[in-house]
């Protein structure tokens, strides 16, 4: 038994031996007829792509490097790339199609699309690529001060000169002034009691009253005349701050003339004869002046502690009262039809 089993075997192994160059010649054969087949078929896949390449420019011609170029080709084919530093980029094994869609974006750049078209087995060189500049819209807070204006127009007003010389500090030009602050007001007030034009014209004054020998308590001679020129200074200095500062700062109130300018001359002499009585507010509106009105019945009242026994009366406080608010009057009246006209006028 075992005998057959190893003379089958051995036939076999012989029958094979004889038939294996046949084999390996059949084998062979269908190897060279597949090798143009495959050579066809690689051919055909390398003809479905191109290349695609092209620069990145901004509108000054100048390179953009890091810029995101991307190929968007038929249903799933989709291809990133990144310039270089010249602004170059290509694509290597773009897929062959003629609806392609090519975007281009790099930052503070509006973005770049166009459709292009990929023919097979072709090297596509595009023009240059040129990226516009990102409108960039930015918001601007404007801050208005009112106490930095109101201080402009404040040194505006210090440069008023009537004729050149004469100071005219409180009258003010502009159509819409601003509100002063308590500072502002008692500045004001220094600046205009430290003028050399407020020395002379006290020096002047005291002057026409000892012509006059008024108060006539005080006699004639250079002892008469200095009581004159003390008190006229006392009555400047106490009227002024009273009047121009300290009132004016505790009830809001501006002390300044505010010139009208066009109009009637009827309602410009209104607006005028009104200024010492109707005065306009901090809060911009119109008010009874009480700061004028009220600073010189204090300052009237103050000075008769140093002036002599007949003006030491209601009668003469108010009497002196009605007097100065017509001279007032007479002020405001100049300055809106003559004075402006002979003002040198600052600019803020």
Known sequence: MQKNTHDLRKKFWEGFQKLMPML????????????PMWAQSLRAEGEITGSISGTVVDASDDPIPGATVVFQGPVGARLTAVSKEDGTFAFDGAPASAACQLTVTAEGFAEWNSSIMVA??????LPEI???????????????????VAAQQIKAEEQQRVLGFIPNLYVTYEPHPEPLTGRMKF??????LSSPFFFGRTVAWAGVQQARDDPSEWHQGAKGYSKRLGAGFADAAIGGLISNAVLPSLLHQDPRYFYQGSGTTKSRALHAMWAPIVC???????????????GDLIGYSIATAYYPGSSRNAGHVFQTFG???GL?????????FLLG???SRGKH
């Open 24 to 35: 390996l010649l059949i084998a062979l054969n269908g190897v060279i007829l597949e090798l």
């Open 120 to 125: 097979p087995g072709q090297n596509n060189t």
């Open 130 to 148: 040129k990226l516009r500049i990102l409108a960039v819209q930015r918001a601007v807070t404007v801050s208005y001060s009112s106490k930095e």
């Open 187 to 192: 500045h004001l007030a220094y600046k205009n």
């Open 280 to 294: 306009k507010g901090d809060n911009g509106k119109w008010q009874p002046n009480y700061s004028q009105m009220g």
């Open 323 to 325: 007097i100065d608010m």
């Open 328 to 336: 007032h009057v007479f002020g405001s009246l100049a300055q809106e």
């Open 341 to 343: 006209k002979f003002t």
